[in-house]
């Protein structure tokens, strides 16, 4: 079955501080896609980062890297030097090619930094 | 300008009665989405059109009908509104249905729909 698992309901971290926020998946294709979005309270959903099963390196995106760990399935996202502004939930997502490419959700982490 | 736009931000209505929210893309996508965010947060999708064809219709009460006039807006239109019904809709696009693994999606703001 395919599957996001986000096991992290909620975290408190101190601004500044690095934040891990942990994903990891099932699926049997060799072929997917993990996708992380932030939704603010304002309540839109921002694209953050992206890493194919078949890419070589972790994805970076500014403040954003995907810690991908293929053999673990596991796809955190560490989120260096946290703000205010990133308190939100964040959710993971993964898109496989069997499934018409829907993507497929985890329930999200809501993270809350610390001032 | 805003990518995908959906209105209205907020509806606030009673039960029984009907109502529309209208999303527009002007990113040239072919498939837009609708997507259901329950009080806990989680998304589900409920429908997805691709050049104004309906790919998927997940198990959705038939009071929900989208309707794509062509591939640039999807509306969803709700029968006899239930306390159930309400939750956030997202309204989302992407370049195509099954262009690739690592298309994203491109969201509108939300709708919040709450029903008394």
């Known amino acids: 079955a395919q599957k996001i698992t986000q096991t992290q309901p909620g975290m408190f971290v101190q601004e500044k501080e690095a934040v891990t926020l942990d994903c990891t998946y099932d699926t049997s294709d060799p072929s997917y896609g993990l996708f992380w979005y932030k939704q603010p309270s304002s309540g839109e959903m921002i694209f953050l980062i992206y890493?194919?099963?078949?890419d070589q390196q972790n994805a970076t995106e500014g403040r954003y890297s995907l810690n991908f760990q293929k053999a673990r399935k596991s796809a955190n996202l560490v989120i260096s030097a946290s703000q205010l502004g990133d308190s939100a939930m964040y959710f993971c997502a993964m898109r496989v090619t069997w499934s018409n490419y829907q993507l497929i959700w985890g329930a999200g982490t809501k993270l809350i930094i610390k001032p | 300008d805003t990518a995908v736009s959906q209105t209205p931000k907020y509806l606030v209505t009673q039960m029984g009665n009907d109502k529309s929210i209208k999303c527009e893309q002007n990113l040239g996508h072919d498939t837009m989405y609708w997507y259901k965010q329950d009080s806990k947060k989680f998304l589900k999708i409920m429908f997805s059109?691709?050049?104004?064809?309906?790919?998927i219709n997940e198990t959705v009460p038939n009071r929900f009908s989208p309707k794509s006039p062509d591939k640039a807006h999807l509306n969803l239109h709700i029968n006899s509104l239930e306390l159930g019904d309400s939750a956030v809709y997202f309204c989302?696009?992407?370049?195509?249905?099954?262009?690739?693994?690592?298309?994203?999606?491109?969201f509108g703001s939300g709708t919040q729909l709450s029903v008394l």
């Open positions: 989302a696009s992407s370049q195509t249905s099954g262009g690739g693994i690592n298309e994203k999606l491109f």
């Open positions: 890493q194919g099963s078949y």
């Open positions: 059109y691709n050049n104004k064809e309906l790919i």
